[in-house]
């Protein structure tokens, strides 16, 4: 027998469940599976809904549209993630080092995690601004340009201030991740390599690497998923633009659920969906799952 | 009976299989008695207090409390632990961090929608009976373990349980107060005669405290009898090497017959049983065997009749008033608790074997 | 020059270079704000500080900037609060209740908050026109609270697990009913940690942007994010100072939750996240 408990026990804990599982289901699961659903129709304003099976996946495999969004997505993933890992972990190095200023430095940098994507969105759209923005500004004050860049204004230059901006966002982030990485090191092993004479640049790949890991592929895992859905930065900082050269994955969905086409944006989003799906299935292999409660 | 389990069995499944804590367990306790649960870590009796709680459901068996069926898995009957008006002092006290001690104290009456003014008086009751009563403000971290334990203890008693429950009391204790402690607890016992399931795995602790004592080993209930019943005649090795300020020696003994009497063949030794002793030993109806011999009871003596081994002194441990003397010899290495004075390392001796009040056993039951 | 010496160097240069790093923009934003003029950096400029915009974001009805805010600290609270009040009974449940099933919940739990917001959007958006909820708080309410749960879920797991069994159990032999037990002793053990949790949920609704850009129309629901992001100008040119200004005291509140709780708040992530 299995149960430690009588049967009320069992009952009342399933009744303390019920409440979150009415929610999701209601909230997250329903409109998946009613978005799925929307994705398998012709669904545009003014039209009348029609079943065709498959026919929005088809047509978006000859949207240069999509495929436009789905280069830009994968492009910006595969730049910022890196990035944001190697940045966060220098990051998170800094702020394991034991000094009084630790809890100020980490209130500080949870400061960009902490302000909303929309609004980071603007101060960076200033920042890039042609006139007025401090790009520009320190880029011809250090010589760099004669003339102002047009950050916006070109594919390429939008596409790094948005990595910018999205570095400076979610860092922080990984940071916390990988500081709680660094804090599970024991001191002993570190010890260790000073006793076996390895100097800092060797304690740091042989030890702090290697015990990371884990941790790392778990960061890397959660900020590739972050990164396929990003939405707020891209609608606030480019509008998608120029020429929907930035125009990201979820964005693209949402502009034809603006523009009244139900059935094709659930598509795009379902597409995003398994795309998130899957590496949320590495990601939960990687934290080895439910070990901490157990 | 305040307490009866009948045919209890508890098996715990787990990712490396089914874990069989407790094995057909027959216990029934007196009301008013300090019944101890005595046995090795992983024995069981920690489950056993469990199931009298409530906290675990019995996987067979039938546990009743006060009469009353408060467990029996075949005929669906569980009554939960705040039914059965059962309290529990735990090893770790489990004392709640966020109230203070009259909180703490207050909490099972307040539970219980008592009115505060009662409610107030039976703290200070409560309290006083266990020596806290200037503690009433403080926070359980700020209190020693030994006042954290008064205040386990206070609020345990306070509403007047029927049974009362104990786990390892004593154990996190420093050594200094564990015998004050034994002392009050016992004097509290008495006081507040209410039935208390006492589990430990000092031997000690049971022989002073208990009023009677069931011997446990993985999952079974071995022998259950009074401190000194479980001390004079032990039924098995096991207990024999439990029970005791040292473990029982076991010597190995040949039965033979001759002259129309039993003999006991031990080493070179052969020594003629008295009829009383040879009926026991007939009862065994074996060949062979063990001879249980308290350290206690051998006596090193320098002019020893039969029975007698001689053997020569191997170590020699001071413990104050007495010594712990091991001895080798044919029948292999004997320890001899003496009060007297101890030979050296290296010395021979001869030791007195008091088979008259020695316990003998089957073989196969040693190990 | 020591080791040790290089190391306090180069950590010294590093924070005050990762200092810069964050709080730079922060620092523009707030300067912006105050300035007379955005072109604070060019050439030849002169600051001049004013608080006019300030004024005028607060001051200005048509641009219901305090609305917005009052929406959205009434929106995050609620669905903080909420999302607590759900997430505690049921890591109750998972943590203390030998309950079969309970990984594949939690599993499903934790897949939901990979989900992308865009493809729940749109559906939410028909089942919100439907219930004529459009642009009312209940529209952003629910499906933030949704939304904050499987964090709350895993960090008040992840406390839960750590306060000793014998507390529940003492508290059942005193009387208390499994609900009882919740209530009076393990929300009350745990509470910093609770207290952490609302403030992280109350943290990602308030800083959510999509379902709130769908799902609101106006003044009634509109939360900052969104305010902030199509903050135009009535005449061509788009008004940094103010809307640099809106940005600032729009972050007023998260900043300080930040500052104040910074030490739960990183606990909380950290527990979150990381399940080693």
């Known amino acids: 027998m299995r149960k430690d408990h009588d049967l009320r026990d069992l009952l009342k804990g399933y009744a303390f469940l ?5 929610l999701l289901l209601a909230f997250v699961f329903l409109p998946v599976a009613g978005t799925l659903l929307d994705s398998l129709h012709r669904d545009v304003s003014f039209l009348p809904r029609r079943f065709i099976g498959l026919g929005n996946y088809r047509s978006m495999g000859s949207d240069p549209g999509f495929w436009q969004s789905l280069r830009f997505t994968g492009l910006f993933t595969l730049v910022s993630v890196p990035l944001e890992l190697a940045l966060g972990l220098a990051f998170a190095l800094l702020l394991e080092h034991p000094t009084s200023a630790r809890g100020f430095l980490r209130a500080g940098v949870l400061l960009p995690w902490a302000i909303p994507a929309a609004v980071s969105g603007r101060i960076f759209e200033l920042i890039y601004n042609v006139q007025y923005g401090l790009a520009n500004a320190i880029v011809t004050g250090i010589g760099l340009s004669e003339g102002p860049v047009h950050w916006l204004g070109t594919s390429a230059g939008a596409f790094l201030a948005l990595v910018a901006a999205d570095a400076w966002k979610t860092t922080p ?20 390599a000073e006793v076996d004479r390895a100097g800092p640049l060797e304690r740091f790949f042989r030890v702090t690497l290697p015990l990371l890991r884990p941790v790392l592929v778990v960061a890397l895992l959660f900020r590739t998923i972050d990164s396929l859905r990003v939405f707020d930065l891209v609608f606030v900082l480019t509008g998608g633009g120029p020429g929907g050269s930035t125009t990201s994955l979820s964005m693209y969905g949402y502009r034809f659920f603006v523009g009244g086409d139900f059935g094709y944006g659930s598509a795009v989003s379902v597409v995003l969906f398994l795309l998130a799906f899957l590496f949320s299935l590495l990601y939960l292999r990687a934290s080895r799952f439910g070990r901490e409660i157990e | 009976m305040m307490l009866t389990f009948h045919g209890i069995s508890k098996t715990f499944v787990s990712e490396r299989g089914e874990v069989p804590a407790v094995r057909g367990v027959d216990l029934a306790v007196r009301e008013g008695e300090l019944f101890v649960l005595l046995g090795p870590s992983g024995c069981g009796k920690s489950t056993v207090l469990s199931l009298a709680a409530g906290l675990l459901s019995p996987s067979s068996g039938e546990i009743r409390l006060d009469g009353e069926l408060v467990a029996a898995p075949r005929k669906k009957v569980f009554v939960s632990p705040r039914e059965r008006n059962v309290a529990m002092v735990f090893q770790s006290y489990a004392l709640y961090p966020h109230l203070d001690v009259f909180g703490n104290i207050a909490f099972p009456l307040r539970v219980a929608k008592g009115k505060e003014e009662s409610i107030t008086a039976e703290v200070a009751r409560a309290a006083s009976m266990l020596g806290i009563g200037d503690l009433l403000r403080a926070r359980p971290g700020e209190l020693s373990g030994g006042q954290r334990q008064r205040v386990a203890i206070a609020r345990a008693i306070v509403r007047k349980p029927r049974l009362f429950l104990l786990d390892e009391p004593l154990s996190n204790l420093d050594a200094a107060l564990r015998a004050a402690t034994r002392a009050e607890l016992k004097r509290l016992q008495r006081e507040l005669s209410v039935t208390t399931l006492y589990v430990t795995h000092d031997q000690t602790e049971a022989m002073t405290l208990g009023d009677r004592v069931a011997l446990m080993r993985e999952g079974r209930v071995l022998q259950v009898g009074t401190p000194r019943e479980l001390y004079e005649t032990p039924r098995t090795p096991f207990a ?12 190995d003994a040949g039965v033979f017959e001759e002259e129309g009497r039993l003999h006991l063949r031990i080493g070179e030794e052969r020594v003629a049983l008295s009829p009383r002793k040879a009926g026991e030993v007939r009862q065994l109806a074996t060949g062979r065997v063990l001879l249980g011999l308290r350290p206690e009871q051998v006596r090193i003596s320098g002019d020893p009749g039969p029975p007698a081994l001689r053997g020569i002194v191997v170590s020699a441990e001071y413990l104050g008033r007495e010594r712990l003397v091991s001895v080798e010899t044919a029948g292999g290495i004997l320890t001899v608790l003496t009060d007297g004075e101890a030979p050296n390392e290296g010395d021979v001796v001869a030791l007195a074997l008091p088979i008259e009040t020695a316990s003998v056993f089957r073989p196969e039951e040693g190990e | 020059m020591s080791e040790e010496r290089r190391i306090r160097i180069l950590y010294t240069v590093g924070a005050a270079a990762m200092s810069a790093f964050c709080l730079l923009p922060v620092a523009y934003m707030v300067l912006v704000a105050a300035s007379r003029r955005p072109d604070v950096f060019q050439a030849g400029a002169e600051v001049r500080l004013t608080a006019g915009h300030f004024l005028e974001v607060l001051g200005t009805e048509s641009l219901h900037f305090p609305e917005y805010v009052v929406n959205g600290i009434a929106v995050s609270g609620l669905s903080a609060i909420l999302a607590v009040a759900l997430a505690a009974p049921a890591a109750y449940a998972v943590t203390r209740l030998e309950l079969p099933g309970r990984m594949s919940f939690l599993f499903l739990v934790l897949a939901v908050s990979m989900f992308p917001p865009v493809s729940l959007v749109s559906y939410l958006f028909r089942m919100m026109s439907a219930l004529g909820w459009i642009n009312t708080y209940a529209a952003l309410v629910l499906p933030y609270t ?4 499987p964090l709350s879920l895993w960090i008040l797991a992840s406390h839960f697990s750590r306060i000793p069994r014998d507390l529940d159990r003492a508290a059942l032999l005193d009387g208390c009913g499994r609900l009882a037990a919740l209530r009076k002793v393990m929300v009350p053990v745990a509470a910093p940690g609770i207290l952490s949790t609302a403030i992280l949920a109350f943290i990602f609704a308030f800083n959510e942007f999509l379902f709130a850009l769908l799902l609101t129309t106006g003044r009634n629901a509109r939360t900052i994010p969104v305010g902030i992001a199509l903050f135009e100008g009535l005449h061509g040119e788009i008004p940094w100072g103010m809307i640099m200004a809106a940005a600032t005291l729009a ?20 527990r979150g996240a990381v399940r080693e």
């Open chain 1, 18 to 22: 019920a409440p979150v599982c009415a």
């Open chain 1, 173 to 192: 982030f990984v940071a916390i991740l990988l500081l709680a990485g660094l804090s599970a090191i024991p001191e002993d092993l570190y010890r260790q």
């Open chain 2, 240 to 251: 024999g090497s439990f029970i005791g300020p040292a473990p029982m020696n076991l010597l």
């Open chain 3, 146 to 149: 949704a939304w904050v749960l």
């Open chain 3, 251 to 270: 972050v007023v509140p998260v900043v300080l939750l930040v500052l104040v709780f910074q030490r739960g708040i990183v606990a909380g992530l950290t």
